[in-house]
């Protein structure tokens, strides 16, 4: 039998398994044996595509429930229940579930301004408070709170060199360096010929 054929039949058979055993695109994909994306789009070409809602593993209700019910971050939730965060946020998305996290991050904005105020830095202040260094850096620009450096004083209480006398410097320092090892390569063959 040609290979067309044999797909054909697989085809009309995912088709009939589908249409009429009310089996689910992945189920009736797997049955006939076909291409779930193949099977998809001849049904869909047909007209007879359902909208099946998307069935969610259980660990994935968990951790919806993680996170609606007991108020957990998508992270959080995610790892609770053992599922990954992409897929928990895409369904909670779907379902209009995800939180607005604006509100809490300006209340974490407004710790960490708080925390700098009161004398942290601002990396302190904002890992403390879970929001960026810009972020808060940016907000306390705008809001004329940054404090103004001291200036540093110098680690060294030496005097600062003129570029020129430092450039002698170093020449004569390498002089001297060339005029020592000079006089012990010298001493070494003195005391080599005794």
Known sequence: MPLKVQFAERLALGVELYVNQKMTLLESSAA???????????????????????????????????????????YNAATKAGV?????????????????????????????IALYVAGESILTASRQAKVGNQTLGNALYARGLMRIREERKPKSTVSRQDPLE?????????????????????????????
């Open 166 to 194: 430092a450039a002698e410097s170093r020449v004569s320092s390498i002089a001297l360096s060339i005029i020592h090892s000079a006089a012990r390569i010298a001493a070494n063959h003195q005391g080599d010929g005794r």
């Open 32 to 74: 006939a044996p076909v291409c779930r994306k193949t099977l998809s789009k001849e049904l869909k070409d047909r007209g007879l595509l359902r909208n099946e809602p998307k069935k969610v593993s259980e660990r994935l209700e968990k951790a919806i429930k993680f996170y609606v019910d007991e108020k957990l971050s998508a």
């Open 84 to 112: 990954g965060q992409v897929g928990l946020l895409k369904i909670l998305r779907e379902r209009n579930l995800l939180r607005n996290s604006t509100d809490k991050s300006a209340a974490n904005l407004e710790k960490a």
